[in-house]
């Protein structure tokens, strides 16, 4: 069904692009990097998925031209852009004031790991350039003269975060399991836990400082 809604070649130029994104470090990739340091394999997948959740909303949004508000309302995006960051900031706090027991994994347990899920939801969902990002890149790969050009559209979205999934699912189990392997020493834990919030602040920097 799919081929009808989708130009071939198109698509085939979209997965190529769409997957030399994905596997491009970037703000998503080492957010997972730093919660599966912090919390181990099935908290860094777990935050994966979040952040993939995040980005089928973004895609979506966009599918039904709400995304459009922020390219024209500057206010509404800072003001996004601004909280965050304030988010980041609070998740930076909270790994720098974990001291890291050795062979403790603080993000393990149940709710540990549905809040790795909601917190990658959040941190995907408070970055406005994801928004700006589907608004720019998706419809370069719609063929207007094929019709159905939401269908197209959400076609994409959904090739995007699953190629997203994929690769930072992967990440997030990697750095989990040499974080598990690390945290057998308090100094190491602790270290993980430093270099989570580093990451953390990090990204609340870029956040604000790199406006677009």
Known sequence: MMRFMVDPS????????????????GPDMMFIVAMGGRGGPATGVLAAAGVATGALTH??????GLSA???????????????????????????????????????SAGPGRRRAFVQGVVTNLLNPKVILFNIAFLPQFVNPS???????????????????????????????RLARLLRRSRRVA?????????????????????PK
């Open 190 to 210: 602790r270290g993980l836990n430093l270099f989570s919030g580093t990451v953390f602040t990090g990204l609340a920097v870029r956040l604000v400082a790199v």
């Open 69 to 107: 508000l922020f390219a024209t309302l500057p206010a509404l995006y800072h003001a996004l852009r601004w909280a965050g960051a304030a988010y980041l900031l609070f998740l930076a706090v909270r790994s720098f004031r974990d001291r890291g027991e050795p062979g403790e994994e603080p993000a």
């Open 59 to 64: 895609a979506v949004a966009a599918m039904l």
């Open 10 to 25: 198109l698509y085939a130029a979209f997965v190529v692009a769409a997957l030399a994104l994905c596997v491009t470090p």
């Open 146 to 176: 094929l019709g159905h050009p939401m269908a197209q559209f959400l076609v994409l979205g959904l090739t995007l975060v699953l190629l997203g999934l994929v690769v930072d699912g992967a990440v997030g189990l990697l750095s989990g």
